[in-house]
């Protein structure tokens, strides 16, 4: 409206100036100029209230955009973060991941050096259960058995195979069944021995050094590895001599068949678990 008045007046003015009498026709032609300069005015406020708007319509939105900016920027920056600790935590977990998979691979191959000492240690035990039952073969009925408990032999003879009653001196008949017995231990010298003495929960009448049945279970032992050692020459470092006395019968009933059954020695054959041992440490 201000630039409509404005040019109004310039032209007033201009009129003014020339001194000049205007014709009617030059009149109007300036009437019509100045309509004309009135609605080309009016046009440009109105191009100019447009601008304006449009200039405070983009001022908002640029706003608007930085303020999305930051926002997206601040979430950008928060996951950047939240990326370059999770991909520590990965390389850190990758590494104890392959940490775990070499100790896992190593443990595995100390597992099958054992399964391996293991099955070997049981296929010497069964080898060495076969010769024991063929060398004694002829003991048998007379109460020596073979057979294999937690990887280990036992040679079991009763008490009448080997001492006559009450007595603590190896008899002919029992030197016959440990002389056959050492043949195969002598070829076996990687094999322990472990002799025990069992009796059973008969009191034993006072017989000069055997005082009990803890005396004769001990001293029977004692006997059998002296025999081995003297007699049959195994090696004494091999050997061990317990006894157990009543206290590990094989059969608890209260009856004469159990207590002869529960008289005995067992001769228990273990291989050396050297290597083994050096394995699971």
């Known amino acids: 409206m201000k630039l409509k008045y404005t040019l109004l007046a310039a032209v007033i003015c201009l009129a003014l100036h020339s001194c000049v009498v205007l014709s009617p026709k030059k009149y109007k032609a300036l009437l019509a100029e100045r309509d004309s300069l009135s609605i080309r005015s009016g046009a440009l406020e109105d191009t100019v209230a447009r601008l304006r708007a449009d200039t405070m319509r983009l001022h908002r939105e640029l706003k608007d955009l930085h303020a999305s900016y930051n926002t997206l920027n601040g979430t950008y920056n928060a996951l950047n973060d939240k990326y370059n600790s999770l991909n520590n935590n990965f390389s850190a977990s990758s590494s104890k991941v392959n940490e775990l998979s070499s100790d896992l691979k190593k443990r595995e191959a100390r597992l099958k050096e054992v399964e391996d000492a293991l099955h070997k240690r ?5 080898a060495l ?4 039952q063929q060398a004694l073969l002829g003991f048998q009925q007379n109460g020596l ?17 080997l001492f006559p009653s009450g007595s ?6 029992g030197k016959q069944a440990l002389e056959q017995l050492a043949i195969v231990l002598n070829k ?3 094999i322990n021995i472990a002799v025990e003495g069992h009796t059973d929960d ?12 803890w005396d004769l279970s001990v001293l029977r032992s004692t006997s059998v590895c002296r025999y081995l050692t003297e007699v049959e020459k195994i090696d004494p470092h091999r050997l061990t001599a317990t006894g157990k006395s009543q ?5 608890p009933a209260n009856t004469n068949e159990a207590r002869t059954k529960n008289r005995r020695i067992e001769i228990i054959l273990s291989p050396k678990l050297d290597e083994l041992y050096n394995l699971i440490k």
Do not use: C, M
């Open 122 to 126: 049981d296929e010497a035990t069964n």
């Open 129 to 132: 259960k076969d010769k024991l």
């Open 145 to 161: 058995s073979v057979d294999i408990r937690n990887g280990k032999v036992y040679v079991s003879l009763t008490d009448k195979l």
């Open 168 to 173: 603590i001196v190896i008899d002919a008949r």
């Open 188 to 190: 076996e010298p990687d």
């Open 202 to 213: 008969k009191k034993v009448i006072s017989l000069g050094q055997i005082k009990d049945n």
């Open 247 to 251: 206290y590990q019968p094989v059969d």
